[in-house]
């Protein structure tokens, strides 16, 4: 498995957070806003001269340093399975409104 | 205010503590103001800068107070915001904990709005959760079976639109009927959420239970060891719900904690990585049961507009564009505003001197009062104005755009993108500028920002300038007749704080407010029509906010300021001038002009002996030996001293110590011949062109302007600042004017 990190990728690219490292603050804080092993996340776009990056998280578009995207390994798209406690797609709750 | 016993309270008279909390981009605001009305406080949490809102109404007889928590994303308190959240859930605040929490997600974006829904559910309190933003939810195709999710989570929850006030009424009753349930219930713990053992599971469950287990052989009662504070007692180190239990608790549940820790880190299940990702997987696998979407996430219209406004080259344009028509709205209208505010002032005053003879009484209302409520009210047009604009781009969700934009640029000065437009609104005013420091969310950030937005070179600087330039610069032409001499130096002192503040932010930055840069983690909210509302309110609240806080410092200190330049002295002869002038003047003006003019230069005379003899003039006098190596005599001093409440002040003052009567402007031919003129005991002239611009550069770096300090003092809730503010800036401007004098006389 390649490591790659949230901030090596591409405008367009879509990637799986496999782990968030750095200090705990900015690792806790990171976490909390969804940033957790076994998400997926998208790169929107940079910012001019080299600002912060535009991600879309849990269908939240969030924006980051490169600082910050570079606490988050991710791997690419490929290759991922939910994790154990997923929920298979016949037992999916539909709504009765 | 002690906690009264939910079960001898009658409901007539008790008023029930709602609080809202949600997610930054929940609308908690809109849904805050369309609950609340009308009846909002604004103030500030004991000890913190964090802004406190309380709105007050009635709901089915009963009265309710409504308490607006920050918008935060977590319970797990990082910045004064989430710590004041938890403080007041809690109610270790200095007030009791709320009767209910309503707690506010973004319909659309459930994944993680809910994470912090989990955390509010282990509070020891009865939780409505209310999905907002329901119409935007399910326009994007995304269905929520509410009845399913309150009985998942065991609480109730409501759909709301506040923005179209769509099922508030329903989240009224709701609030209504859980009240009411929760005071006939026997429990005393009315409710906590049934299913919290569900989300942490595993190792951290069982360490909770055994700190639970030790605090309660230690003696703790109940209330102060409930499953919320034990479970944020272990999973923040170093926060306050920790500090508030090992406080109670002794150093044995501190060593049970660090023991807990390490237990868990054995296991493999860290602080604080643990509860994220078991929220998380319980918050995944709720969703799979009670959440459909319609259509794969497709293009939305946020994405389409974005891919132009958050465009490396053309959304920077953009942005800088808006900016800057902010910027030159706010600088060219508030001038008409301001102007017809002084037409105001002017006509009040007027009105004073025609109903009253002259003396102090009608000295002080027309120099003293009038003056000092001007003082407040000029400022108003420009801080409603800015604010319109901030409410706009906040509310339409281009405001963490413009952030995310300019971050890079504002990295130089060691800030963030939110400072660059109240920066920016500086250059028009420091005094909405400051103001809109509110929107910046670090707090060393937001004081660097509030501590050199004063150096910007504001409007008020702006009459000093032109009034120097015109008396002292040459008209000359530099690079062959291309560049204007006059307007290069007026361009060159409206930068010179710009310049200044870069080195004053990165020393500040270093120094005083120094610390790790704060993660900038920034939410691009979906964009959406702003509110009329909404931005009314908030231009409405800024506007009281500033009359009332700090309007009536500024008042207090014209007042002073009026008193210290009229007293000691005798006014007499002063009092019976005008008397003379304004009955031949309303005699018959023109057939007694050349009578008036004699006994208005006398007057003039008169009003400038009793500035110098008073408390102002003797202190001007006093300083003379300290700004002699700036190149002023005594009468600049005065002058200097004079205009501690506006910069602009100055004009006037000397004015009326050269004999000219203080209604000169910096337009004045009469000034600025008399300043020419002006020379020392020994002949040679005061003003020379080092003498104007060490004048100038004293003015683009000096904090005079009292309206500035008392912004500062109410923004940072404390005096330390606004001090701190005065003796930087009055060092900077001091040495900035000696080396300049200094260095031009040597030319």
Same mark, same amino acid.
């Given at each position: 498995m390649n490591t790659l990190r949230l901030a090596d990728l591409t405008p367009g690219a879509? %990637? @799986?957070?496999? %782990? #968030? &490292? =750095?200090?705990? /603050?900015?690792? &806790?804080?990171?976490? $909390?806003? =969804?940033?957790?092993?076994?998400?997926?996340?998208?790169?929107?776009?940079?910012?001019?001269?080299?600002?912060? @990056?535009?991600?879309? #998280?849990?269908?939240? &578009? @969030?924006?980051? /340093? #490169?600082? $910050?995207?570079?606490?988050?390994?991710?791997?690419n798209d490929s290759g991922w399975s939910e994790p154990a406690a997923a929920t298979p797609a016949s037992e999916l709750h539909v709504a009765a409104t | 205010m002690t906690v009264p016993s939910p079960s001898i309270r009658p409901a007539t008279t008790h008023t029930a503590r709602i609080a809202l909390i949600g997610n930054p981009n929940t609308g908690k605001s809109t849904l805050f103001n369309a609950l609340s009305g009308l009846r909002v406080r604004t103030g500030n949490y004991p000890g913190v800068t964090v802004e406190k809102r309380v709105g007050r109404t009635q709901w089915a007889g009963r009265n309710i107070e409504l308490i607006d928590l920050p918008g935060t994303y977590s319970l797990s308190p990082k910045s004064p915001d989430e710590m004041v959240a938890v403080q007041v859930l809690t109610g270790c605040c200095d007030e009791p904990k709320p009767d209910l929490i309503i707690c506010i997600c973004n319909a659309s974006a459930l994944d993680r709005n809910l994470y912090l829904a989990t955390q509010v559910l282990e509070v020891d309190c009865p939780v409505i959760l209310c999905l907002n933003m329901w119409d935007a939810a399910v326009h994007s195709g995304i269905k929520v079976d509410t009845e399913s999710l309150s009985r998942e989570l065991g609480v109730r929850v409501v759909a709301t639109s506040a923005t179209r006030r769509e099922g508030l009424e329903q989240l009224k009753a709701a609030v209504v009927e859980s009240l009411a349930k929760a005071e006939t219930s026997e429990n005393k713990s009315p409710q906590s959420f049934p299913n919290a053992s569900r989300i942490l599971n595993g190792p951290v469950a069982v360490e909770i239970e055994r700190l639970e287990e030790l605090l309660s052989t230690l003696g703790i009662p109940a209330a102060k060891r409930s499953p919320f504070l034990v479970t944020r007692s272990l999973l923040d180190p170093e926060g306050s719900v920790e500090c508030l239990l090992t406080n109670d608790a002794g150093p044995q549940y501190r060593s049970a904690l660090e023991e807990s820790r390490r237990v868990l880190a054995a296991a493999g299940d860290e602080i604080p990585g643990v509860e994220a990702t078991q929220r998380y997987r319980f918050i995944k696998q709720l969703l799979s049961r009670v959440q459909t979407r319609s259509t794969a996430p497709s293009v939305t219209l946020t994405d389409r507009i974005d891919s132009v406004l958050t465009h490396r080259v053309f959304g920077f344009l953009i942005c800088l564009a808006v900016l800057m028509f902010v910027f030159s709205t706010i600088y060219w209208f508030s001038q008409p505003i301001s102007e017809g505010v002084e037409g105001l002032l002017g006509w009040a005053s007027s009105q004073v001197s025609d109903s009253m003879a002259p003396g102090p009484l009608r000295s002080l209302l027309t120099e003293g009062i009038v003056a000092g409520v001007g003082s407040v009210i000029v400022f108003l047009p420009q801080i409603c104005l800015l604010f319109l604009f901030i409410g706009l781009l906040e509310d339409c969700g281009y405001m963490a755009? +413009?952030?995310?934009?300019?971050?890079?640029?504002?990295?130089?000065?060691?800030?963030?993108?939110?400072?660059?437009?109240?920066?920016?609104?500086?250059?028009?005013? +420091?005094?909405?500028?400051?103001?809109?420091?509110?929107?910046?969310?670090?707090?060393?950030?937001?004081?660097?920002?509030?501590?050199?937005?004063p150096l910007m070179s504001c409007s008020a600087r702006l009459p000093v300038y032109v009034l120097m330039i015109g008396a002292f610069i040459p008209d000359a032409n530099l690079l062959g007749g291309l560049l204007p001499l006059r307007a290069v130096v007026l361009f060159a002192m409206s930068t010179l704080g710009l310049v200044v503040a870069v080195p004053v932010a990165l020393i500040l930055r270093k120094t005083l407010l120094r610390g790790e840069p704060s993660p900038f983690l920034l939410e691009l909210p979906d964009y959406r029509m702003p509110s009329a509302r909404i931005v009314l309110m908030r231009v409405w609240e800024s506007g009281m906010a500033f009359v009332v806080r700090a309007g009536t410092l500024i008042f207090a200190t014209s007042v002073i300021v009026w008193a210290a330049g009229s007293f000691p002295g005798s006014h007499v002869r002063q009092y019976e001038l005008t008397a003379k002038i304004e009955s031949l003047q309303a005699e018959d003006e023109e057939s007694n002009a050349a009578a008036i003019e004699e006994l208005s230069a006398e007057l003039n005379l008169q009003n400038s002996q009793l500035l110098q003899g008073s408390i102002l003039g003797q202190a001007g006098k006093a300083i003379e030996p300290f700004v002699k190596p700036l190149g002023w005599d005594w009468r600049i001093g005065i002058g200097v001293i004079a205009s501690f409440p506006a910069r602009e002040v100055v004009i006037a003052t000397m004015g009326t110590i050269y004999s000219l009567g203080g209604d000169v402007d910096e337009e004045n031919d009469g000034l600025r011949d008399t300043l020419r003129a002006a020379t020392w005991p020994d002949g040679t002239p005061v003003f020379s062109v080092p003498v104007a611009m060490s004048i100038m550069v004293f003015f683009a770096l000096c904090a005079q302007c009292v309206s500035t300090l008392m912004v500062i003092r109410r923004e940072t809730n404390s005096w330390r600042w606004p001090v701190f503010s005065f003796v930087y800036m009055t060092v900077l401007a001091y040495v900035g004017a000696f080396l300049t004098y200094q260095i031009g006389r040597m030319f």
């Open positions: 879509s %990637a @799986i957070v496999t %782990a #968030i &490292s =750095g200090a705990s /603050r900015i690792a &806790s804080r990171l976490m $909390e806003m =969804g940033f957790v092993p076994g998400v997926a996340v998208q790169v929107l776009r940079r910012a001019p001269f080299g600002g912060p @990056i535009q991600y879309r #998280i849990h269908n939240v &578009s @969030i924006s980051m /340093r #490169i600082a $910050e995207a570079a606490c988050i390994s991710v791997t | 755009r +413009a952030a995310f934009m300019m971050d890079r640029l504002m990295g130089l000065l060691g800030l963030s993108g939110r400072s660059f437009l109240p920066l920016m609104s500086s250059f028009a005013c +420091a005094v909405p500028g400051i103001m809109a420091t509110r929107v910046i969310d670090d707090r060393r950030d937001r004081f660097v920002t509030i501590l050199i937005a």
